[in-house]
């Protein structure tokens, strides 16, 4: 009898259980997923980027990537009533302070503000990033010879003074600088570069103008995200096949959707990856649009000789 005396209440008490575990848990779906932010950073707006994942039972974790930097992991995401809020460590800014991300969710759109490492307070807006998945295979068209190895016609810098030059045929930038953009913009494509650099150098293509595949003298070292040939913060090489600085290199790169294949030097060493997000130094944040192809400047010497595109019809 005493049995049949508390059944009734434990059941109560397990249903309940349950009934809140699974309003929790369609509450904490709203913010899970991958944002793309942009931050208005003293007037100027620039892209970053977020996601939110759950790690075991109930706990958020993620990663962020702001205007700069590679992603970098979040520990813990804290989310309750449609607001969100977390702290990172500082990567790129001399602070020993952490920067503090809060924002709340309505309708679909995240906005509110991020408090830097060095205590500057930054707005922000974002919305749930595209999947971009293609139903078909695409159907090539013509290959677009973007650097036509007499001048910069095509291309544009992203900084007034502009350090690019040609130099007997070979696209040439001799020290840090601006960025170069190609005038042209392309959503689904095949790429080949052929670039060199000095030693210790450091560099970068630009996919869409969005994800960096990187350039830098790692020879000797184990791939890395951050290493050549990497997809930075986030895509590792299963193999580094960089060679000396001086010697003129390839990358034979296709990007369908959110999937790219990297071939460097020969060797396939991404192979149909899918890319999380934008990786820092992005030019936007608008990942569901066609973008240019971007070449890095701002870090070290670099040259190219050849630059073609084939983009999906």
Sequence with gaps: MMMKKFQLPILFLLTLLISNHTVKAQETNEIQ??????????????????????????????????????????SRV????????????????????DMVFEGKLDGGQLSGTITSSM????????????????????????TI?????????????????????????????????AN?????????????VEFRYPEGSNSGVYLRGRYEVQIEDNKGTPPSSIYFGGVYGFLTPNEMVVKSPGVWQTFDITLIGRRVTIVA??????????????????????????????????HGAIEFRKIEITPAK
């Design 145 to 177: 010879e973007l650097f036509n190895g007499k001048n910069l016609d095509g291309w544009h810098a992203d900084k007034s003074q502009n350090q690019w030059e040609v130099i007997n045929g070979i696209l040439t930038s001799k020290e840090a600088g």
């Design 78 to 97: 804290n989310y309750q009533d449609g607001e969100i809020s977390f702290s990172i460590p500082p990567q790129w800014d001399d602070s020993d302070r």
């Design 33 to 74: 997923g991958r944002w793309d932010l942009t931050v208005n950073m003293d007037g100027q707006e620039v892209p970053s980027w977020l996601e939110v994942k759950l790690s075991g039972i109930r706990t958020l974790v993620g990663y962020f990537v702001a205007h700069n930097g590679s992603a970098r992991p979040i």
């Design 119 to 142: 205590g500057k307070k930054h707005s922000f807006t974002g919305e749930k990033a595209p999947l971009m998945i293609r139903e078909n295979a695409p159907k090539w068209g013509k």
């Design 265 to 298: 030097n020969g060797k396939e060493i991404i192979c149909d990856q899918i890319i999380p997000g934008i990786t820092g130094g992005a030019l936007d944040s608008d990942e569901g649009q066609p973008g240019p192809l971007m070449l890095q400047g701002d």
């Design 180 to 192: 170069l953009i190609s005038d042209q913009e392309f959503e689904d494509f095949k790429l080949h």
